[in-house]
């Protein structure tokens, strides 16, 4: 089933506000964010020798 022509028919993307755009990034941060806690943990039991200096 074809449609007919659209003529004069142009859809512009409408401007989304800042914190709507935030939102849909705001899982990839957590997850950014987890993995980089997750890395600084592995470093820090990697290179930890066990002496407390306090």
């Given at each position: 089933m074809q449609s007919g022509p659209h003529d004069g028919e142009v859809h512009h993307r409408k401007n989304r506000?800042?914190?709507e755009r935030f939102e849909g990034y705001t899982d990839l941060?957590?997850?950014?964010?987890?993995?980089?806690?997750?890395?600084a943990m592995?470093?820090?039991?990697?290179t930890a020798n066990g002496k407390v200096t306090w």
């Open positions: 506000h800042l914190l941060i957590v997850v950014g964010m987890i993995i980089i806690l997750g890395a592995l470093v820090g039991l990697l």
